[in-house]
């Protein structure tokens, strides 16, 4: 059975503090992973997909890398406007997308 | 990246009556949509996977009765909530998927029911 696991649950982090999200997943066929921010009454937002061991993804202060059996979001210098629930989701050969539970971030000013 | 939309945002009902929710890919055409439901600080629970033209197929434990799902066009698909009853208040969120690429989600729609 494909599983995915987020750490920590939740993270307080102050503006400026680097830090990052792990997502360590089990799956048959990877054929993608996928990380996703979801704001409090909205939908989730495309951040990024990654297709293979080694491969790295940035956007503005946000870095996604993957290994065989995780994933990391990298967040350097976080702002106030970063604090979200960052969730993250594998996909195997046709099969829908399997979500961990997500990482509540809080960045304090 | 692909826009996603869900109409209405918010909706308030009584207990019995129906409810649809429509979903609509903007700027692609989704073969595949998928219905999500999502209670207070936890996570996307999937309830049902629709492609165009086909029959949805359900996640266990979902009725299929009382959610009734459409995949009427590439643009387009419908979740019904039937009979509303105040245990399906909820989170109810889509999302549409080109091929076997990336899945992009709705903003939402907020169901309550009194």
């Known amino acids: 059975e494909d599983q995915v696991t987020q750490s920590p649950e939740a993270l307080r982090l102050q503006e400026g503090e680097s830090s990052s999200l792990n997502c360590s997943y089990t799956?048959?066929?990877?054929?993608?992973l996928f990380w996703y921010r979801q704001d409090p009454g909205k939908g989730p937002e495309f951040l990024f997909t990654?297709?293979?061991a080694g491969e790295e993804k940035e956007k503005e202060r946000l870095k996604a890398t993957l290994t065989k059996k995780e994933s990391f979001l990298h967040i350097t210098a976080p702002k106030p406007e970063d604090s979200a629930t960052y969730l993250c989701?594998?996909?195997?050969?046709?099969?829908?997308?399997?979500f961990g539970k997500g990482t509540r971030l809080s960045v304090i000013a | 990246g692909a826009v996603v939309s869900q109409h209405p945002s918010r909706v308030i009902c009584k207990s019995g009556t129906s409810v649809k929710i429509e979903c609509r890919s903007l700027?692609?055409?989704?073969?595949?949509m998928f219905w999500y439901r999502q209670f207070p600080k936890q996570s996307l629970m999937l309830m049902a996977t629709?492609?165009?033209?086909?029959?949805?197929?359900?996640e266990q434990g979902v009725e299929k009765d009382k959610f009734l799902i459409n995949h009427a066009s590439l643009t387009l698909s419908t979740l019904t909530v039937t009979s509303a009853h105040p245990e399906d208040s909820s989170f109810y969120i889509c999302?549409?998927?080109?091929?076997?690429?990336?899945?992009?989600f709705g903003p939402g729609t907020r169901l309550l029911v009194l």
């Open positions: 989701a594998v996909q195997a050969r046709n099969t829908p997308l399997v």
């Open positions: 700027d692609f055409q989704a073969t595949t």
């Open positions: 629709s492609n165009e033209g086909s029959k949805a197929t359900y």
């Open positions: 990654l297709y293979s």
């Open positions: 999302s549409a998927r080109r091929d076997f690429e990336t899945q992009y």
């Open positions: 799956v048959s066929g990877l054929r993608g």
